[in-house]
């Protein structure tokens, strides 16, 4: 707290309220009005959203009066997600087929694993051949349709055998209450530190809602990824403490960490962006059409 600001709003407001000699009463009233109008206020570092907003933006996202919402979607928007195309696959063979024997790992057979990875999103080291699909583990989006459809309650997992649940079998006959469900698995609960061994757990995952305004506000365009690292760690400078310097500079480390967590793993996967290289091996992040289908967007006047 800035303490020659408040005395100066104290001061103010007791001369306003023509106080001398203010209670214990009073001061609390004023520090109360002065806390409220700071949390209401404006921050350049939360691109114009104040403090109160970004407490929306983090812990409710999606909610009644979070300034990022869900849209209203078509069956055709639902197809175009990667990941919903995965679990939607998932599900209709747990219904198919009642259930199926998981590995002694607890993965998803491999006849299931490959089927899955056909209707998503291409891994460029499957399809290079360097990774052959062999199981769950050699692809990070089915292990994702597997994690979303155990988190959302989608599937049950008994005796070592993975069979529906009845919101799996219900939400799968209608496609846009599915992708609700994944979209907000995905950003309110889905772990994306999962498949990286990053020394902080909370880059990406603390403010997803906020990563979304960033591509709405500035992804019209394509930038490189460092454009979005740098506004993301200015909102959340403390997250740079939690890297431990390594190979590289801890700024560049954990540059990379938001990267991958954000735009490699979540986003890409579920049809928001896809990568193209620039000048210098610097990664440009390009935002798809679908983004705007999604979801809506609520700015601070």
Same mark, same amino acid.
């Given at each position: ?35 409220? @109008?700071?949390?209401?206020? /404006? ?6 959203? %104040?403090? #109160?907003?970004? *407490?929306?933006? =983090? ?90 459809? @155990?988190?959302?309650?989608? /599937? ?6 993975? %069979?529906? #649940?009845?919101? *799996?079998?219900? =939400? ?130």
């Amino acid at each position: 707290m800035n303490r020659n600001e408040i005395e100066k709003y104290l001061e103010e407001r007791m001369k306003e309220s023509g106080i001398s000699s203010p209670t214990l009463e009073d001061i609390n009233k004023f520090m109360g009005e002065w806390i409220q @109008q700071k949390n209401h206020r /404006s921050r350049d570092d939360f691109e114009g959203f %104040s403090a #109160t907003g970004m *407490g929306l933006i =983090l812990h409710h996202l999606l909610q009644a009066d979070c300034p990022v919402q869900l849209a209203d979607y078509t069956d055709l928007d639902c197809s175009l997600v990667p990941l919903f195309r995965q679990l939607k696959l998932l599900l209709n063979l747990l219904e198919k087929e009642g259930s199926f024997k998981l590995t002694q790992t607890g993965n998803l057979p491999v006849r299931v694993v490959k089927a899955i990875y056909d209707v998503g999103l291409p891994s460029s080291n499957v399809e290079s051949g360097i990774i052959s699909i062999r199981s769950e583990n050699d692809s990070t989006s089915v292990q994702m349709t597997h994690i979303a459809a @155990q988190i959302s309650r989608l /599937s049950k997992k008994q005796n070592n055998k993975l %069979s529906l #649940t009845k919101k *799996g079998k219900d =939400l799968l006959s209608n496609d846009s209450l599915l992708l609700t469900e994944l979209l907000t698995v995905m950003l309110t609960q889905f772990n994306t530190a999962y498949f990286d061994n990053d020394s902080s757990e909370n880059i990406g995952n603390i403010g997803k809602g906020f990563s979304l305004i960033l591509l709405d506000k500035y992804g019209e365009i394509d930038r490189p990824y460092t454009f979005y690292s740098d506004k993301y760690f200015q909102a959340f400078p403390k997250l740079l403490e939690e890297i431990t310097e390594r190979y590289m500079p801890r700024e560049k480390m954990a540059a990379l960490c938001y990267l991958f967590r954000i735009f490699g793993v979540l986003f890409e996967n579920l049809g928001l962006i896809s990568y193209q290289k620039g000048a210098f091996f610097e990664t440009i992040i390009h935002r798809h059409d679908i983004f705007e289908k999604l979801f809506i967007f609520k700015y601070p006047y």
